[in-house]
């Protein structure tokens, strides 16, 4: 005979105060605690790069780079991989950057698409996937995505001083 147990929702407050298992990075999606291994090292190195990459654009404005910080909206906790603030004020970030993993891979591409757009506040969101080695780049305020390859460069319409080299970002991937 199989049993069904019900699922207890969270709430953001739950999600803060449960014990969490270091190794693992948590998310908070509609109630549910979504786990996923700490990120491999391909995927540190591409957000190393991307990191020093956006330091370097941003020098000189008001805008920061931050990595794996939680942010709540919704009753809905993420951890992007990469986000820029230029307001230091600012609870939600303007531009987001998830990396693909295998094991975030279909939540990064599926379900934060539309999370991240009702947020209104965010105006791009970066999908870097080292499979393929493409960068897509989703609008939110003129509505669009594009997806660059290797070779091209991307410049982003919500802070024009960003321009990346998509090949920079893999440099030493295989």
């Not at 049993?3 to 449960?18: G, H, Q």
């Amino acid at each position: 005979m199989n049993a069904v147990k019900p699922l207890k929702l969270s709430s953001p407050e739950e999600f803060y105060a449960m014990t969490k298992e270091e190794g693992w990075n948590y998310e908070l999606v509609d109630g549910f605690v979504m786990m996923s291994p700490s990120p491999s090292r391909e995927h540190q190195e591409i957000a190393s790069e991307l990191h020093f990459v956006l330091r370097s654009r941003l020098t000189g404005t008001k805008c920061r780079s931050i990595y794996e910080m939680d942010i709540q909206f919704n009753n809905n906790v993420y951890k992007p991989d990469m986000m820029v603030f230029c307001d230091k004020d600012a609870e939600l970030p303007e531009i987001i950057f998830e990396i693909l993993s295998p094991s975030t891979r279909q939540r990064d591409l599926r379900l934060k698409v539309a999370k991240y757009e009702e947020m209104k506040v965010v105006k791009e969101y970066w999908i870097i996937d080292p499979k393929v080695k493409t960068v897509t780049v989703h609008d939110y305020v003129n509505n669009t995505a594009e997806t660059y390859g290797i070779h091209d460069s991307v410049q982003s319409m919500a802070r024009p001083e960003i321009v990346i080299a998509v090949e920079t970002l893999f440099e030493g991937i295989n």
